[in-house]
């Protein structure tokens, strides 16, 4: 299973990446919006960090336009991935830039037909909002079930990418059920280290182990 983080944080994202887990980023508007900073800088600066799909995200809402965003952020670098909201024009564009061979991540999905419609468009990624859907009272992973099993069932090569992960059991059950992708905000992945036997536990090894006296260098 890969780890994307989902922040347009460079220092966080750099400090992540030195841990070797972090196998690609996603931004979206609000994330750069907290950056205060220009978003092609911003998104050029995170492709040269992570050798991973970097998704960057077009905010046309018409065919024409979206299609011309999506050529830019995919000429930044190799590894961005252009994101489009899943309505019909997004869906349109993210044809269009699949059949150029640009990597597309279809975002704001909530449902598994709109996940099929993403898989048929040629989608690289597809990104159900898990937590959002919590929120409303509805099951996010129960989507996740759902979407990873249709794409079995027909062999789809569009990977389901768990968005809008709220915590580490978020992480555990999209592992659970198969999903390709994670993107963690990167408190969580920060939160995934952590156990406190495994803090109990050391502290008791490297106090017996200080009993010795002994050193290993
Ligand atoms: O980047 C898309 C998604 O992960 C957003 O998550 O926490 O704003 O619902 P959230």
């Known amino acids: 299973m890969k780890f994307f983080i989902d922040t347009a944080d460079l220092d966080d994202i750099r400090d992540l990446a030195a841990t070797g887990m972090v196998d690609g980023v996603t931004t979206n508007p609000s994330l750069v919006a907290k950056t205060g900073r220009s978003f092609l800088e911003v998104v050029e ?25 999506g050529e830019k952020l995919a000429a930044i670098a190799d590894n961005i991935a252009v994101k489009v909201p899943l309505t019909v024009d997004g869906l349109k564009t993210c044809k269009a830039l699949s059949d150029k061979g640009v990597m597309v991540n279809v975002t704001l999905c909530f449902s598994a037909a709109q996940a099929l419609l993403a898989a048929k468009a040629g989608a690289a990624f597809i990104s159900p909002f898990v937590g959002r859907l919590d929120d409303v009272g509805q099951d996010g992973m129960e989507l996740i079930a759902d979407i990873c099993q249709i794409y079995a069932q027909y062999d789809f090569d569009t990977e389901v990418l768990v968005a809008s992960v709220r915590g580490p059991q978020h992480v555990v059950m999209a592992a659970k059920l198969g999903a390709d992708v994670a993107t963690v905000p990167p408190k969580v992945l920060r939160q995934l280290y952590g156990h406190p036997l495994t803090d109990k536990g050391l502290d008791a090894f490297l106090a017996d182990w200080k009993k010795t006296g002994q050193t290993i260098l």
């Open 45 to 69: 600066e995170i492709a040269g960090i992570v050798d991973g799909p970097v998704s960057a995200e077009c905010v046309a809402t018409d065919f024409e336009t979206m299609l011309k965003e």
